[in-house]
């Protein structure tokens, strides 16, 4: 496919790494250099909120070699958004979306959204809400692994029984949930043997040490506990020098401390080496230097896993916990090794759930504690973490299977291509649609409708409009008051239509409503609330026929 098939929806947060740095954001960055790369001369068209995002974005395409047409259109541009057929959102698609799409005609275009961690309570809700209106059956979420669509499509299953059993409802959307991991910008990371021997050299690596890194989020509560990372390897450097390199973020010097303290006392023999995650050139290098990746997590808000598939882009054979997505990517005894995963029975979590449902538990306590009542197999672990370390001929040819794999399967482009055939296909569902005309958004209507009795009157088209003595003038002084102008906007009340209407009004200072706004070319929602402004402050008078 030569060109994409859908649009961007694009707020910075969801595609830099600047601010923060989790695996959202890592695949967002990793996505726009994606659609770059897999599509460098097309047509992209971004949703934005304004033209500053709007001009970022863009900046973030060209940045990363783009050199084909931007279009960009707001969040209300939908005529825009028809044109590209179906709108790619960073996350599970939100009703407020979908029902503004509706409101302009359901079947104008698809919502493409895509799944990250899925165990706070928002995204529960959101996963909750694709059962019912205003989604669509031409929407889809993208799960990133069998994980999340078991979780998914489990949950799904059980809110439209909840809504059967509590009302009787009978009939309930159903949004196409396909498997689609995430990408890699797999070059990246492509290992180079120069560049290995320089990375050694400049981090103090030995030729006897064995350098095992782990990438992501430093927090011990929210992404992995490495407590049970350091026990084994202490075992492993009683057999070989090793060192551990963690490469990432601290939340705050009270995570860090805790870190070292577990360091000195559960791996004593080993050297351990922290790297800024935010300093991109010293985090390649750690890349570089590395002779395995390791991952053991054990915590319910990671979904897929980016980082092993980073690592197996960068050549590394990867030692993972049997988790999540890292069962999808991590081939146990081919790309590394899986290091089987235990938790507790059904039952044993309700009080951690409804704890964090009823605020008295913070959503990192939750996930926290769910962590730490999960086990990684310590034997396992320690045996892996060893054959890798003692043996070089297999990390090599681990090493070798994993970049291979990366590369065929990973890589962003191949992604990318799979997104513009879910988008045909949800284009092929959405043409089949029949009668679909503009849907109401009760609790989010207009407000001149929802709240019509609050007033004594409503505006007619048939009244009439007097122009008032020196309005022109006045007008002039009334629009430097703060108080007054506050509320104008280039799109929903420009200062200029105040003016075309006393402009028209001073060729017939008399004239019904729809005359004056046919004849200023406003016969729009913008012209009437212009009207109304100049009414307000006693500029025009208008009087029932």
């Given at each position: 496919?030569?060109q994409?098939?859908?649009?961007?929806?694009?707020?910075?947060?969801?595609?830099?790494?600047a601010?923060?740095?989790?695996?959202?954001?890592?695949?967002?960055?990793?996505?726009?250099?994606?659609?770059?790369?897999?599509?460098?001369?097309?047509?992209?068209?971004?949703?934005?909120?304004?033209?500053?995002?709007?001009?970022?974005?863009?900046?973030?395409?060209?940045?990363?070699?783009?050199?084909?047409?931007?279009?960009?259109?707001?969040?209300?541009g939908?005529?825009?958004?028809?044109?590209?057929?179906?709108?790619?959102?960073?996350?599970?698609?939100?009703?407020?979306?979908?029902?503004?799409?509706?409101?302009?005609?359901?079947?104008?275009?698809?919502?493409?959204?895509?799944?990250?961690?899925?165990?706070?309570?928002?995204?529960?809700?959101?996963?909750a809400?694709?059962?019912?209106?205003?989604?669509?059956?031409?929407?889809?979420?993208?799960?990133?692994?069998?994980?999340?669509?078991t979780?998914?499509?489990?949950?799904?299953t059980?809110?439209?029984?909840?809504?059967?059993?509590?009302?009787?409802a009978?009939?309930?959307?159903?949004?196409?949930?396909?498997?689609?991991?995430?990408?890699?910008?797999?070059?990246?990371?492509?290992?180079?043997?120069?560049?290995?021997?320089?990375?050694?050299?400049?981090?103090?690596?030995r030729?006897?040490?064995?350098?095992?890194?782990?990438?992501?989020?430093?927090?011990?509560?929210?992404?992995?506990?490495?407590?049970?990372?350091?026990?084994?390897?202490?075992?492993?450097?009683?057999?070989?020098?090793?060192?551990?390199?963690?490469?990432?973020?601290?939340?705050?010097?009270?995570?860090?401390?805790?870190?070292?303290?577990?360091?000195?006392?559960?791996?004593?023999?080993?050297?351990?080496?922290?790297?800024?995650?935010?300093?991109?050139?010293?985090?390649?290098?750690?890349?570089?230097?590395?002779?395995?990746?390791?991952?053991?997590?054990?915590n319910?808000?990671?979904?897929?896993?980016?980082?092993?598939?980073?690592?197996?882009?960068?050549?590394?054979?990867?030692?993972?916990?049997?988790?999540?997505?890292?069962?999808?990517?991590?081939?146990?005894?081919v790309?590394?090794?899986?290091?089987?995963?235990?938790?507790?029975?059904?039952?044993?979590?309700?009080?951690?759930a409804?704890?964090?449902?009823?605020?008295?538990?913070?959503?990192?306590?939750?996930?926290?504690?769910?962590?730490?009542?999960?086990?990684?197999?310590?034997?396992?672990?320690?045996?892996?973490?060893?054959?890798?370390?003692?043996?070089?001929?297999?990390?090599?040819?681990?090493?070798?299977?994993?970049l291979?794999?990366?590369?065929?399967?990973?890589?962003?482009?191949?992604?990318?291509?799979?997104?513009?055939?879910?988008?045909?296909?949800?284009?092929?569902?959405?043409?089949?649609?029949?009668?679909?005309?503009?849907?109401?958004?009760?609790?989010?209507?207009?407000?001149?409708?929802?709240?019509?009795?609050?007033?004594?009157?409503?505006?007619?088209?048939?009244?009439?409009?007097?122009?008032?003595?020196?309005?022109?003038?006045?007008?002039?002084?009334?629009?430097?008051?703060?108080?007054?102008?506050?509320?104008?906007?280039?799109?929903?009340?420009?200062?200029e239509?105040?003016?075309?209407?006393?402009?028209?009004?001073?060729?017939?200072?008399?004239?019904?409503?729809?005359?004056?706004?046919?004849?200023?070319?406003?016969?729009?929602?913008?012209?009437?609330?212009?009207?109304?402004?100049?009414?307000k402050?006693?500029l025009?008078?208008?009087?029932?026929?």
């Amino acid at each position: 496919m030569r060109q994409n098939n859908f649009a961007i929806f694009f707020v910075d947060d969801a595609y830099s790494t600047a601010k923060k740095i989790m695996g959202r954001q890592c695949a967002g960055k990793a996505f726009m250099r994606g659609v770059a790369r897999t599509w460098p001369s097309g047509v992209v068209h971004g949703v934005v909120p304004d033209a500053g995002t709007a001009a970022r974005m863009e900046r973030q395409l060209r940045g990363d070699g783009f050199t084909g047409e931007f279009r960009w259109h707001d969040f209300l541009g939908w005529r825009g958004v028809e044109s590209a057929g179906t709108l790619y959102y960073p996350a599970p698609p939100t009703r407020e979306l979908a029902a503004a799409r509706n409101l302009w005609r359901p079947d104008a275009f698809s919502f493409m959204g895509v799944t990250h961690t899925l165990s706070s309570a928002g995204a529960m809700d959101q996963l909750a809400d694709l059962v019912l209106p205003p989604f669509k059956p031409w929407d889809a979420l993208i799960c990133t692994s069998r994980a999340a669509h078991t979780l998914v499509s489990t949950l799904q299953t059980e809110v439209r029984e909840w809504w059967r059993a509590q009302t009787g409802a009978s009939r309930f959307v159903q949004v196409e949930l396909p498997v689609i991991p995430l990408g890699v910008d797999a070059p990246s990371f492509t290992p180079h043997p120069a560049l290995r021997a320089s990375a050694r050299q400049a981090f103090g690596f030995r030729a006897e040490e064995c350098v095992f890194l782990f990438a992501g989020r430093l927090s011990f509560h929210a992404k992995a506990n490495q407590a049970p990372l350091y026990q084994a390897l202490e075992k492993v450097a009683r057999q070989v020098p090793v060192v551990c390199v963690e490469a990432g973020v601290f939340p705050n010097d009270s995570v860090r401390q805790a870190y070292l303290a577990a360091q000195k006392l559960l791996a004593p023999s080993v050297r351990f080496l922290v790297v800024d995650g935010q300093d991109e050139p010293r985090y390649r290098q750690a890349w570089q230097g590395a002779d395995v990746f390791v991952s053991v997590s054990d915590n319910i808000q990671e979904t897929f896993g980016l980082t092993p598939v980073e690592a197996m882009a960068a050549g590394l054979p990867v030692v993972v916990s049997d988790w999540n997505g890292y069962k999808d990517t991590v081939r146990d005894g081919v790309d590394g090794f899986r290091v089987p995963t235990i938790q507790p029975p059904a039952g044993v979590g309700v009080d951690l759930a409804v704890r964090h449902a009823l605020g008295m538990d913070t959503y990192d306590y939750y996930i926290g504690r769910a962590s730490m009542a999960t086990v990684a197999d310590p034997t396992a672990l320690a045996r892996a973490l060893s054959t890798l370390a003692l043996d070089g001929d297999k990390r090599r040819t681990m090493g070798a299977a994993a970049l291979k794999r990366a590369r065929e399967e990973y890589d962003w482009p191949f992604i990318l291509h799979r997104y513009a055939v879910l988008a045909t296909e949800l284009g092929r569902i959405r043409a089949e649609a029949v009668d679909c005309k503009g849907e109401p958004w009760p609790t989010r209507a207009d407000p001149f409708a929802r709240f019509a009795h609050f007033s004594s009157q409503t505006l007619s088209g048939n009244w009439f409009v007097t122009l008032l003595p020196d309005a022109g003038a006045r007008l002039r002084d009334l629009m430097e008051l703060s108080m007054l102008s506050y509320a104008f906007d280039a799109t929903l009340l420009p200062k200029e239509s105040l003016m075309v209407l006393l402009a028209e009004l001073e060729k017939k200072p008399s004239q019904r409503v729809n005359e004056l706004l046919g004849a200023a070319g406003m016969a729009t929602s913008v012209g009437v609330r212009a009207l109304q402004w100049l009414w307000k402050f006693d500029l025009v008078r208008l009087r029932p026929v």
